[in-house]
T-cell receptor, first 111, second 120 residues
């Protein structure tokens, strides 16, 4: 079993839809949870950063962490074609520890 | 803020040659940088962790003599692929540990734009 599981997609949604992206993990020691967006042939861009459980909102993006279920989510409201990219979740046990990445979910927002 | 650059953005070389890739943190100091490799439609695989002024720590299965890492300053780390072969063709991405927005004592990894290496 991989430490971090993420559905690779692709996930296609119409413009304006609410998108839900998810990752599950097996290591209860993870404390830091990140979401990155990666456009084709580019480096990942940090979207959200969460410590421990709870919700965090930034504009159209909301990150949720449920440590009891070992499940994290990223919600994108009012999705736009420019949101079409691969979304990677990443986790770490402590800030000085290496990140463990999910495989990424490819999202396509159709105009 | 928290910008990381990589140079070159793409490189094509002949088999057997060495290639150097630079990773720079432009607006912050990074005591720790990371080197990843990413194959098409796959996730990032950590190759090594680079700490300024000390030897890099390589992940299991990564040949330290083939992938030479130098972190000579707080803003620069280099990855040299020695005696490159076609199977080394990949997308190499660096990241640097820097401060998160909003202040506080936490930090996170900021990624460079990547370097596409093609070995003929």
């Amino acid at each position: 079993q991989k430490e971090v599981e993420q559905d690779p997609g692709p996930l296609s949604v119409p413009e304006g839809a609410i998108v839900s992206l998810n990752c599950t993990y097996s290591n209860s020691a993870f404390q830091y949870f990140m979401w990155y967006r990666q456009y084709s042939r580019k480096g990942p861009e940090l979207l959200m950063y969460t410590y421990s459980s709870g919700n965090k909102e930034d504009g159209r993006f909301t990150a949720q962490v449920d440590k009891s279920s070992k499940y994290i989510s990223l919600f994108i409201r009012d999705s736009q074609p420019s949101d079409s990219a691969t979304y990677l979740c990443a986790m770490a046990r402590a800030i000085a520890y290496k990140y463990i990445f999910g495989t990424g979910t490819r999202l396509k927002v159709l105009a | 803020g928290a910008v990381v650059s990589q140079h070159p953005s793409w490189v094509i070389c002949k088999s057997g040659t060495s290639v150097k890739i630079e990773c720079r943190s432009l607006d912050f100091q990074a005591t720790t940088m990371f080197w990843y490799r990413q194959f098409p439609k796959q996730s990032l695989m950590l190759m090594a962790t680079s700490n300024e002024g000390s030897k890099a720590t390589y992940e299991q299965g990564v040949e330290k003599d083939k992938f030479l890492i130098n972190h000579a300053s707080l803003t620069l780390s280099t990855l040299t692929v020695t005696s490159a072969h076609p199977e080394d063709s990949s997308f190499y991405i660096c990241s640097a540990r820097g401060p998160t927005s909003g202040g506080g004592r936490t930090d996170t990894q900021y990624f460079g734009p990547g370097t596409r290496l093609t070995v003929l």
